[in-house]
Every structure is written in structure tokens, then in C-alpha cells.
């Protein structure tokens, strides 16, 4: 398995729908999977949620799961083959459900013709066309003027930049696909569409209601999510900046920018970070990325995401297990070269609950990285001390120890954190030991190398995170 401290994540497929793949996609450095509910129905999401949890139990693994919510997607229905828009065509878009084709095309979305106005732009599949807003009868009828054609197929994705659509973050489908979720405890859940930070609230309040120990990570790809990030990485567990749907809500020169804003903001406050989006969409179709797709993933990787996601590229693909070789050695191979940090200094300065745990995690990572330590050991039941260590960076492993399975897998995708379960809380020393013989089997560390140790004192009270240690392996 890779050890890359750049996490990868794949979404499962008709490609990858196999046990036997599966594996060989771990094997090759997939570190979470992912469902698409977009495109995945209950029993086939049930089917590829055990088989994942088997291949932890049967392989020792701690791979997690994301289940990401289709959200208030906009989409056309079935389209007839061999349609084609010309530049100066009409398109009527309507809400009656039949088959469409050059002239006419069902909205899945019943408020569309209320919420649009005349002038406004319309983008299907990604923006590959583009149109013009020339009437509606404020019911059930729009119709459009073609500025930029191209073949129109089915069910593809519709973006109104310039709309404010009335949908609700969470809709029926996403509430329903949230409750299997939900049932078999899915590490973490993927918000489309955010808006404002009262999305992600309505979305943890559900989960809470549950008692379930699933995370959320908003998906940012809404000019109005832009404008509210600060607020949005204040509640939310993780960030994924989802460049497909961004970069046709907004200027798409503005969408390397907004990736570097984020990502610097999400370290600050200790937040993972995802990049997505056709990071390696050639490798569809070839064995091989173009160069620009190596620079992408690269530069990712150099700005300090936590992890980089595919999606077509292991879901339908021609290639998923080549695509997660070529992208795990385009990881290691920038990881190797030590320029892997974040853009500014960031210890605690606000004396609150969490200051002293704080405090701590920022200085182990700063010394870790000044003695040249091999590892970094914590104890945690919540993972809260893996995620801040992790959000400064440092140069050494990350291993987190804990007795909460479901944190094990969580931290699966956090940037450099390894887990393990440990749950002898008996005596500082006696845990210290047993930890580091731990890291010394499995490889991470060698007789003389320096570690950093960090926990609670006493330990077995498990409370505030207050005592930092240096040791060195026997």
C-alpha cells in the first residue's frame, strides 16, 4: 500500500465494482472510496459499502467511506441520440417528462420556469453549451437561444450562474440517500451545492439526531459559497473544492485562485482539504495523463490538500487501477522533494477551550520537524489532535492511536495521519512503551530514530491533550 501523506480518493463505478479491484485500487493508494449518489441506487451503494468493510476486516485495512449527496443538481431528462444544437437554434426547456431532442428538452427541476429570468445563461454539461434566456411563462416553459452548441445528451448537469434557484441544500433524494448513509455509518458525507453555512448546520443537526459518527465535507462549487467560506470552514469537518460545477458558476480564471484561498484558509483552521475535478480526465479514455494533468495533481499536492479525488477516471474508466499508479507516483515524487508546507505559520493565539491542546500540536510539529523526529505519537478518542497536527504539515509521520474504530477510517483522509487501535489506557509509561514497540514492528520507526510524544496527563483520563515528549527508539 502506498504511504503517500497525500490521501487519494476514488469513486466506485461500473469499473470498480469488484471485490478483486477494490483491492488492487488500495494496493495501488486509494485511501477513501467514494459513492456518488448522483448516480448509485441503494442496493448497489449497500453492496459496495460491505464489501469495503469486508476488505478492512479481512486485510487489516482502514479504508474510508464518502458518501456524497447528489444536492440540488439541476439536470435535463433523456435525450435522443444524435441531437445537436447550432449556434442561433431555440431550445424549449419544459417540465412535461418525455423525450427530448434538438427542439426540446425536459427540466427535472418543477421551478425552473419561475425561478429564471430573460437574459439570464443556461450551461449544460459542464459548459460545453451555453445559452441565452429569451422568454418564460413563469410555469412550465422557458425558452433559450444557443450561444455556444454542441451535442446535447442525456440527464446531463444544467448551471445557472446567474440564478438564485429556490431548491433547498438537502432535497428528498438526498434526504432519503442520507438515511443509508446514515445506517451503516459512512465516515463521511459529501454536501453539494452549499450555499451558507446554515446547509451544513441542517445537514449535522440530522446526523446528531442519529447519534451517527459521520463527518461532513462541504463541497464548494457555488459563487454564494465563495463569499461565505470563512463561515462554512467554521462548521464544517472538511472542505472539497469541486471544480466542475465551480468553474462554470464562476470566471473560470478565478478558480486556481479560489483553490489556493481555500486550501490556505482550511489550514489555518484545521480543516482537510479536497481538490476534484478532472484532475486525471484523460486517462478515461488513455494509460497515460497528459502533462497538464501531471502539473495539476502537483500542484495540489504542493499547495498542501490533504487529499486529491477522482471520478470518472475510477468510475467508468477504461483504466482505474493505472490511473491511481500514475497519480500515487506523481504524489510521492513532489512529497520526496520536501517543498510540501503551508503558506504561513499558524500557532494558536486565542486563549480558548482548545488552546492548550493547541498549543501542543503546533510545537510538536515544530519540533518534530527542528530534531528531525521520524514520527509524531498521539493519543485521541475524537481525532481532533490527528487533524491539527496535521493541518501545520511537518515533515515526519503523523500517527494517531486511539480506541474509537470509526476514527480509524475517518483519519483516512487526513493529510499524513496514519491510525491504529490501541485501547490500554492503563499508565503513561506502560502506553508509551507498548506504542512505540508498535511503530518499530510495523516499519515506521528504527533502534535510535527520534519521536515526539503527545497526550493527556494522567492518560487514562483521556482529558485535555498537555504533555509533549521527546524519545528516542531503542
Not at 51 to 69: C, F, P, V, Y
Not at 111 to 140: C, M, P, Y
Request: charged share 25%; hydrophobic share 40%.
Amino acid at each position: 500500500m502506498s504511504i503517500n501523506k497525500t490521501k487519494i480518493i476514488a469513486t466506485l463505478g461500473p469499473a470498480t465494482s469488484s471485490k478483486e479491484t477494490l483491492l488492487k485500487l488500495v494496493n495501488a493508494g486509494v485511501n477513501v472510496f467514494r459513492i456518488n449518489f448522483s448516480h448509485s441506487n441503494h442496493d448497489d451503494a449497500e453492496a459496495l459499502i460491505k464489501i469495503i468493510r469486508d476488505l478492512n476486516n479481512e486485510h487489516g485495512l482502514n479504508i474510508a467511506l464518502l458518501a456524497d449527496l447528489q444536492g440540488p443538481k439541476l439536470r435535463i431528462g433523456e435525450v435522443e441520440e444524435g441531437a445537436i444544437l447550432e449556434p442561433g437554434d431555440v431550445l424549449k426547456f419544459t417540465n412535461k417528462d418525455q423525450l427530448g431532442n434538438a427542439k426540446q428538452v425536459f427540466m427535472t427541476y418543477s421551478q425552473f420556469a419561475a425561478d429564471v429570468t430573460v437574459g439570464e445563461r443556461i450551461l449544460i454539461d459542464d459548459g460545453k453549451i451555453l445559452l441565452e434566456i429569451l422568454s418564460t411563462n413563469g410555469i412550465d416553459e422557458v425558452e433559450a437561444t444557443v450561444i455556444q452548441g454542441g451535442p446535447l445528451k442525456s440527464k446531463k448537469g444544467v448551471n445557472l450562474p446567474n440564478t438564485k434557484i429556490s431548491l433547498p441544500c438537502l432535497t428528498p433524494k438526498d434526504l432519503a440517500d442520507l438515511q443509508v448513509a446514515i445506517k451503516h455509518e459512512v465516515e463521511w458525507i459529501g454536501l453539494s451545492f452549499v450555499r451558507s453555512a446554515a446547509d451544513v448546520a441542517e445537514l449535522k443537526a440530522i446526523i446528531k439526531e442519529h447519534n451517527a459518527p459521520c463527518q461532513v465535507i462541504s463541497k464548494i462549487e457555488k459563487p454564494e459559497a465563495v463569499v461565505e467560506i470563512d463561515r462554512i470552514i467554521e462548521e464544517t469537518a472538511a472542505i472539497m473544492v469541486a471544480r466542475g460545477d465551480l468553474g462554470v458558476e464562476v470566471p473560470m480564471q478565478s478558480v486556481p485562485l479560489i483553490q489556493k484561498m481555500i486550501v490556505d484558509k482550511c489550514h489555518k483552521k484545521g480543516r482537510p482539504v479536497v481538490i476534484a475535478t478532472q484532475m486525471m480526465e484523460s486517462m478515461i479514455e488513455n494509460m497515460t495523463p497528459t502533462r497538464a494533468e501531471v502539473n495539476d495533481v502537483a500542484n495540489s499536492v504542493l499547495d498542501g490538500a490533504d487529499a486529491v479525488m477522482l471520478s470518472g477516471e475510477t468510475s467508468v474508466g477504461k483504466h482505474p487501477v493505472e490511473v491511481i499508479k500514475a497519480m500515487s507516483k506523481i504524489i510521492s515524487y513532489v512529497e520526496e522533494s520536501g517543498q510540501v508546507s503551508t503558506k504561513h505559520e499558524n500557532p494558536p493565539t486565542h486563549r480558548d477551550e482548545r488552546f492548550i491542546t493547541d498549543s501542543i500540536c503546533y510545537n510538536a510539529s515544530k519540533i518534530a520537524d527542528q530534531i528531525g523526529a521520524k514520527a509524531i505519537l498521539t493519543m485521541t478518542f475524537s481525532g481532533y489532535t490527528g487533524f491539527k497536527i496535521s493541518s501545520h504539515r511537518p515533515r515526519t509521520n503523523i500517527v494517531v492511536f486511539t480506541a474509537n474504530r470509526s476514527i480509524l477510517n475517518t483519519v483516512s483522509l487526513v493529510w499524513g495521519v496514519r491510525g491504529y487501535f490501541y485501547d490500554k489506557m492503563e499508565s503513561t509509561d506502560n502506553t508509551f512503551a507498548e506504542i512505540k514497540q508498535i511503530v518499530k514492528d510495523r516499519g515506521i520507526v528504527k533502534s535510535g530514530d527520534l519521536i515526539v510524544k503527545i497526550a493527556s496527563m494522567p492518560i487514562e483520563a483521556q482529558g485535555t491533550t498537555n504533555m509533549l515528549k521527546i524519545s528516542q527508539i531503542d
